[in-house]
């Protein structure tokens, strides 16, 4: 009877995906390839893109009914699962009071005062709507406080789709790199340098011969955009002395890391204080924030204290503050991030484990909730260490446990996460389902 009833949903599960390859053509109508963001596609995985009907904690539910343990977590937000209650319940009441005023809220401040109170690291932030509209406002700031215009990047950090930051390496050692989309300026790609991440050499080098004319380097202290890519503390110590010897301001984009790997992210983490942090993703609690935070004296340059534009419609909007404060407010409980770590640690060990017992070139990397499928087995530190190979093995993968209810981000460039709502048995059922799709991934 069990058999049955588990053929039958292995049945279900294999079969029944038409309604979301329905949507999928209907939405392709729509939008430029059917999303509304290019890695929703699936086009590094099989398949078409599954559409989301609910979640709740640590599960979501797609147009056919298939129930999936996400880890994916709407890319890194939901750091407290699907409709978490409180969250819920105070966006609820806060909409009926309406949705945006464009004029200062209590709940602006209430969420400002929060996060401030708890970040040794800035003294003042501004809210925007998303990540690449906070980075794209510290670059400003940057640049209109040390009135100078290069920006230094690393390979294989994503700061969002800003102009000057969709630059990669150009070939053989020129520092100077080619953009990653048709409609970026040359004049702008001339004002971004880009270097290998890890590497004091060259970031030394390029201080050097630049530091003159670089308002900022810009780095996500925790690279989670192309696999993860975790630095040596000791890199991330030398970059914050080196450019405050050379008079250059260092920007920790935290969209990802902020109150991820702790509630003042990867400066508290790794106690190095930036000059000024970006954050996004769970700084809304699901909803769109973003923010950019520094000392008092950097962020007098924002207007309308200083010359620095910045402005924003639906910033700091009464719905979004509500449910940013209703989820930070949840990640300041005693020991919230060391049991986040401690699940996280067991649910990949189990992998790892059986990975090696079977001898794949396969390990998990982690730090805190944040948790990498990669296909080599030494920890890497830098983009071009990545095994392109691994990305065949990543799209079985990825297939076999679609079929098997478990939801990763659609490419093996992508990081996991794990949520407070998922629960030991949850993570458990996860780990066994991983360890049945290596067989079948890597075999
Ligand atoms: C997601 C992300 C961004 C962009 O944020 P959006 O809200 O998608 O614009 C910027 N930087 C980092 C490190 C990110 O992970």
Known sequence: MIYATFALMELVNTIKRSTSAELYEEAKQYFPGGVNSPVRAFKSVSGPPLFIKKGKGARFTDEDNNEYIDFC?????????????????????????GTSFGAPTRLGNELGKLILDNNRFI????????????????????????????VIKFEGCYHGHVDSLLVRAGSGLATFGES??????????????VIPL??????????????????????????????LLLQDKCFLEYLREKCTEHNVLLIFDEVISG????????????????????????????????????????????????PVYQAGTLSA????????????????????????????????HIVESYAMEKEYPFRMQQIGSIFWLSFV?????????IDSAG?????????????????LGPSGYEVGFVSAAHTEADLAEAARIICECLDIAMT
């Open 317 to 348: 909007n009464p719905v979004a503050m509500a449910a940013g404060y209703a989820a930070t407010q949840q990640l300041l409980e005693e020991g919230f991030y060391e049991n986040m770590d401690a699940k996280t640690k067991k649910f990949v």
């Open 123 to 150: 003294d003042k932030i501004r809210f925007v709507s998303s990540g690449t509209e906070a980075v794209m406002s510290a670059i400003r700031l940057a640049r209109g406080v040390t009135g100078k215009n290069k």
């Open 377 to 385: 087995t030494e920890r890497i530190t830098r983009a071009d260490q």
């Open 73 to 97: 977590c709407s890319w890194g937000p939901l750091i407290l699962g699907h409709d978490n209650d409180q969250i819920r319940e105070k966006v609820i009441e806060t909409v009926r009071n």
């Open 391 to 407: 990305m065949e093995k990543f799209k079985v993968l990825h297939h076999e446990l679609l079929q098997r209810g478990v939801y």
């Open 198 to 227: 890890n590497d004091k050499e060259a970031l030394e080098q390029v201080l050097k011969a630049h530091a003159a004319e670089t308002a900022c380097v810009i780095i996500e202290p925790v690279p989670a955009n192309n696999g």
């Open 180 to 193: 990653t989309s048709a409609g970026i300026p040359d004049s702008f790609i001339k004002e971004t340098l």
């Open 259 to 306: 109150f991820r790997v702790g509630f003042e992210g990867a400066a508290g983490y790794y106690n190095i204080h930036p000059d000024i942090s970006t954050y996004g993703k769970i700084i809304g609690g699901g909803m769109p924030v973003g923010a950019y935070g520094a000392s008092a004296e950097i962020m007098a340059h924002v207007a309308p204290e200083g």
